[in-house]
C-alpha cells in the first residue's frame, strides 16, 4: 500500500550511457507518490532519457532504479513490458497517434495483445474521452483532428490502464500556448485521482513547468538542482 509522501521512485547512481556518450551521470533522487515534477534543462541534458528509464523503455547502464517496490534495472524485456503496461502512461510531444484507427481505437491501443474484457475498456475508454472532451469525436479517425485534440486523445490513452505513473516528455512542444495550458489542466485535473497519480513531465516551458510543485533541473546528465 502506498501512501503519499513515500519515496515511491528511488534512483541510486542511476547512469546511462551511449557508447562513449554519456546521457546520465551517477544520478540518485527520490520521488514521493501522487508528486508532480517538472524535469527540466537544455536539449541534450538527458531528459528524455531520464523519462525512458523511469518508464522501463530503456534499462540503465548501472546503478539502481526502484518504482513502486519494484527494482526496474532488474528486470529482462518481458518484465518491463508488464510493468510499462500495469504501471506507467506515456504521453509524448508528437503524440504518436495512429492516424487511419478512429480515436476510441487509438485509446484502446494499451490493450491489444492483451487478455480483453471488451465491454469494461470501452467504457473506461469512453469515460475518459468524455473526460477529455472528446466523446463525440470517437468514430473519427485520429488523423483529421487538431494538434490538441490529438494530444488529448493522447491523454486518453495514457490513463486507459489506470496507471499509477504518468510520464510526459514535451507534452506541450507541439501546441500553441492556449492549448498546451489546457492540455496541461488535463494532465493534472486527471493525476488528481484517487490515490494521486505520479506525474512527471519533461518540459522547457517554464509556463508549463510552474504548473508542477516539484522541479528537477539537469544539465550534462547530472542534476544540478532540485525542489526538496
Ligand atoms: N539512442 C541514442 N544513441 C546515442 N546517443 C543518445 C541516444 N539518445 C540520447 N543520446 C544522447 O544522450 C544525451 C541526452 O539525450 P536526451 O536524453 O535525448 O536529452 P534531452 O531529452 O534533454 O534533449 C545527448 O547527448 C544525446 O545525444
Ligand atoms: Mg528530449
Not at 119 to 137: F, N, S
Not at 184 to 203: F, Q, R
Amino acid at each position: 500500500m502506498t501512501r503519499p509522501n513515500d519515496p515511491w521512485i528511488v534512483a541510486e547512481s542511476l547512469t546511462k550511457t551511449y557508447g562513449n556518450a554519456v546521457a546520465l551521470r551517477s544520478l540518485s533522487f527520490s520521488i514521493e507518490a501522487g508528486s508532480h515534477w517538472a524535469v527540466r534543462g537544455p536539449s541534450g541534458s538527458g531528459k528524455s532519457t531520464l523519462l525512458y528509464l523511469l518508464g522501463a523503455l530503456d534499462r540503465p547502464t548501472s546503478g539502481r532504479l526502484t518504482v513502486g517496490g519494484q527494482v526496474l534495472s532488474h528486470l529482462d524485456a518481458e518484465a518491463r513490458a508488464s510493468f510499462r503496461y500495469h504501471m506507467v502512461g506515456f504521453v509524448f510531444q508528437e503524440f504518436h497517434l495512429l492516424d487511419d484507427l478512429t480515436v476510441e481505437e487509438n485509446v484502446l491501443l494499451p490493450f491489444v495483445g492483451r487478455p480483453r474484457d471488451r465491454r469494461a475498456h470501452r467504457e473506461q475508454a469512453l469515460w475518459l474521452l468524455e473526460d477529455v472532451g472528446l466523446a463525440d469525436a470517437r468514430r473519427k479517425p485520429a488523423g483529421v483532428l487538431s494538434g490538441g485534440e490529438k494530444q488529448r486523445v493522447a491523454v486518453a490513452r495514457a490513463l486507459v490502464n489506470d496507471p499509477p505513473l504518468l510520464l510526459c516528455d514535451e507534452p506541450t512542444g507541439n501546441l500553441d500556448q492556449k492549448t498546451g495550458a489546457q492540455v496541461m489542466d488535463l494532465l493534472i485535473n486527471l493525476a488528481e485521482g484517487d490515490p494521486p497519480k505520479t506525474l512527471v513531465v519533461v518540459t522547457h516551458d517554464p509556463a508549463v513547468a510552474s504548473r508542477l510543485s516539484r522541479q528537477m533541473h539537469l544539465r550534462d546528465g547530472e542534476i544540478v538542482q532540485a525542489t526538496p
